[in-house]
């Protein structure tokens, strides 16, 4: 594998540097959503807003909740499972039903911090079954009588309304959750969201006046979802075999990124930093660089285009 400057490929184009409808077609928004609509809803007023085909958020909030909605746009939702693996955090009111001491609230939260079981709301959209989710983190910021404002990270699909009624359950008085605001989605937090009425202002103002620097402020590439996986540069003449579907071998490698173990969740990208596909390693990243053959990563979804790259590789005679 070179060591040659990979600004030096002369093919495709940096993920910043889009054409608008491009960058439209395969980027993303970090929406605050507000207390009262649905997630879907907040999804279809973006795509109205943008005037796109397809639009698709992860990690559905109730409508009652507030807070970090990433949105994807066009062919950009074939990402969206990443979104859906990565850890949550929320703040939290959780409202007890009986007085506590502290010593019993502190207690009984250092109990739920680890792997816990937890069986779905009957208002659910998942089969209701008894699942095991883990809770990396339970920390109470403030106590205000029965009111205690506390703060979670946790997996993916950990319902915190059904924690706050087991949590009063142990305590041994009941509860229920009185507000809950979700203040990170996987790497995105709530300080890089934007509100509805600013996407509304800064597409109203490219539709107006051509002028693209408002609307480029507030979406984002979609590479930015695989910003946390190690990531597989490939050379520009495997890249239109990858988008094809063809798996990733290791003659097509130009730079590994990042510590990969077999079975690894990893992104491959072109040498100016686009998303081709994602897939699961099948050799380690000290295999991947020193290996001759075989293949590197079994590709498990492809984003980009057939096509958008030429098609480079030598036919055997």
């Avoid at 590479?223 to 579907?245: Q, Y």
């Avoid at 998303?275 to 990243?285: C, P």
Wanted: charge should be positive; aromatic fraction near 6%; glycine fraction near 8%.
């Amino acid at each position: 594998m070179s060591d040659r400057s990979l600004s030096e490929s002369s093919h495709g184009v940096e993920p910043d540097a889009r054409k608008i409808k491009d960058y439209l077609r395969l980027g993303m928004v970090l929406i605050d959503k507000p207390r009262g609509p649905t997630s879907h809803q907040v999804s279809a007023w973006v795509k109205q807003i943008l005037s796109l085909q397809k639009a698709g958020h992860s990690g559905t909030l109730d409508p009652n909740v507030s807070g970090v909605l990433p949105i994807v746009f066009e062919d950009g939702t074939r990402a969206l499972d990443v979104l859906h693996e990565g850890t949550k955090e929320y703040v939290c009111i959780l409202k007890l039903h009986g007085d506590v001491s502290k010593d019993a609230l502190a207690r009984v939260f250092s109990e739920f911090v680890g792997d816990i079981y937890q069986m779905p709301p009957v208002r659910s959209a998942v089969k209701r079954e008894r699942r095991v989710r883990k809770i990396h983190s339970l920390q109470m910021l403030e106590a205000d009588g029965r009111s205690i404002l506390f703060r979670a990270e946790c997996e993916a699909g950990t319902y915190i309304r059904t924690l706050c009624c087991d949590i009063g359950d142990a305590l041994g008085v009941g509860g229920h959750m009185l507000e809950l605001r979700r203040t990170r989605s996987g790497h995105f937090t709530e300080g890089q969201t934007f509100k509805l009425h600013e996407l509304k202002d800064a597409s109203e103002n490219y539709k107006e006046s051509g002028d693209e620097s408002h609307i480029r402020e507030l979406i984002i590439p979609m590479e930015r979802l695989f910003d946390d996986l190690p990531k597989v540069v490939v050379k520009d003449s495997a890249v239109d075999a990858i988008s094809h579907g063809a798996d990733v071998a290791v003659p097509g490698i130009r730079k590994i990124e990042g510590k990969v173990r077999k079975g690894d969740l990893i992104c491959i990208m072109t040498q100016k930093g686009e998303a081709i596909a994602i897939g699961k390693a099948k050799m380690t990243s000290e295999k991947m660089a020193s290996a001759d053959k075989g293949v590197a990563v079994d590709l498990s979804r492809v984003f980009m285009k057939p096509g958008t790259y030429p098609k480079l590789w030598k036919r055997k005679n």
